[in-house]
């Protein structure tokens, strides 16, 4: 099972300000790398996918960059809509694996 | 648009068996992977498994002996069954739609083992 690694735990960002997320892969999982936003009471939302396809209505100031085992998810100028937890998840192999998550909150 | 709603008991004894309910309405099911993922508290997610037209489903490793996803998605529900359950299993359990990534979840819904 591959080992998602997302860092940091937390990050505290100002609105309009760039936020700058990582997560790392025990092994290569080549492109095969989903980006999800969960807000408290709501479902979660794909974001990104295949490293760098943003889902449907997902602004273009989300994106991501790597492949392999290194990720790293921008988000260029904060909104204060965007303060909310990300996960990192693999689907190059079964079963699918998760990171533990950055919560973006406000400075 | 699809949505996604789970439902089900929130309180399940120890032993026991899991039975939860994924409702989708708002668009097609035909030509979809459905899938069941949870979040224990304080970890990570986890993806439980899949299926397929009711017939195809697949189940992680770690749960695949006590795990039954099934349904008929032409019905618009389907459902999941966890068997012989213990603390381990008290988390958030979200309906989703993909195999391998989901684009679609549900709200989630919280289910505690405990006696």
């Known amino acids: 099972e591959i080992l998602m690694t997302q860092s940091p735990a937390t990050l505290s960002v100002s609105p309009g300000e760039r936020a700058t997320l990582s997560c790392r892969a025990s092994q290569s999982v080549s492109n095969n790398l989903a980006w999800y936003q969960h807000k408290p009471g709501q479902a979660p939302r794909l974001l990104i996918y295949?490293?760098?396809t943003r889902a449907t209505g997902v602004p273009d100031r989300f994106s991501v960059s790597g492949s392999g085992t290194e990720f790293t998810l921008t988000i260029s100028s904060l909104q204060s809509e965007d303060f909310a937890v990300y996960y990192c998840q693999q689907y190059n192999s079964w079963p699918q694996t998760f990171g533990g998550g950055t919560k973006v909150g406000s400075k | 648009q699809v949505q996604l709603q789970e439902s089900g008991p929130g309180l399940v004894k120890p032993s026991e068996t899991l039975s939860l309910t994924c409702t989708i309405s708002g668009g097609s099911t035909s030509g979809f992977f459905w899938s069941w993922i949870r979040q224990p508290p304080g970890k990570e997610l986890e993806w439980i498994g899949f299926m397929f037209n009711g017939g195809i489903t697949k189940y992680n490793p770690s749960l695949e002996s006590r795990v039954t996803i099934s349904g008929d998605t032409s019905r618009k529900q389907f459902s999941l069954k966890l068997t012989s359950v213990s603390a381990a299993d008290t988390a958030v359990y979200y309906c989703?739609?993909?195999?391998?990534?989901?684009?679609?979840w549900g709200k989630g819904t919280t289910v505690t083992v405990s006696s």
């Open positions: 989703a739609r993909g195999s391998s990534r989901a684009d679609v």
């Open positions: 295949g490293t760098s």
